[in-house]
């Protein structure tokens, strides 16, 4: 078996406590990075999820590029987002304790909009750093990852960071972007999450691939709470079953 770590950003949608039901059923632990403005409109639901046992983290509050905010909204972003959550976990009767971030599109703020692992344009780094310690101030801390052992996670830029990136997007967020040719299908996004050569459409890790059926190397799977795809979310999750992934708790 190998295994892997569930993460979901841009929740909560309104499919978000059926999707949440249905991994349940499986015994299927996940993290959803949620955007605040949506936390306020389903807090019924996330209050109920996170009595499930689900962890429920933060991935701002309007889900902006960091890179085209200012500092003040930066901080903005995530502390609002912060205290929503936190009032969220005590109305559910526990504490907002394990602090946990991803900025919206991997986009850390340094003015390279996500694109991390291109040479040019060169980070700002003052600007990134300030961020990071920023998160730290407020209590965020990043998860040990065992057995996620791709160098790029562990690099000299990232190897202090505390958000949390991922090693292998499901990229079901395509079909409704339909910018992306081949990916255009949730038959397309099926067929790419069993290759054992997926195609890294955005370029952005290198050479090494990430086929969910290598044992190398544990995965942080990433996968979206969006309305327009919900219809797909039981069916992706059951393809990966079929690959005989494990899912651990973090």
Known sequence: MKTSYLTID???????????????ALQIPAVFFCIGKNLEEEADAV????????????????HP?????????TCDEIGKT????????????????????????????????GQNFKMFPLPDLKRASYIQDFLKEIGYTKPKFENV??????????????????????????????????LETIENV?????????????????????????????????????????AEFKNIINKLITLQIEFKAL
């Open 149 to 182: 052992n791709y160098s790029y996670l562990n690099s000299k830029r990232f190897n202090n960071d505390i958000d949390l990136l991922w090693t292998f997007d499901i990229m079901e967020w395509a079909i409704i972007k339909k910018n992306i040719k081949g």
């Open 190 to 230: 099926l067929e790419r999450v069993e290759s054992k050569k997926p195609k890294d459409y955005l370029k952005a890790y290198g050479n090494r691939k990430r086929w969910l059926g290598n044992h190398d190397s544990d995965e942080i799977i990433l996968l979206h709470d969006h309305i327009e795809t919900s």
């Open 47 to 62: 209050i109920k999820v996170i009595k499930m046992g689900f962890k429920i983290q933060n991935h701002s509050y309007s």
């Open 10 to 24: 841009d929740s909560p949608s309104s499919k978000f406590l059926e999707h949440c039901n249905y991994l349940n």
């Open 82 to 113: 912060d205290e929503i959550i936190t009032a969220l976990y005590l109305d559910a009767g526990y504490d907002y304790h394990e602090k946990w971030f991803r900025f919206p599109y991997g986009d850390k703020g340094d003015g390279k909009f």
């Open 65 to 73: 590029h960091f890179s085209s905010i200012s500092l003040k909204e």
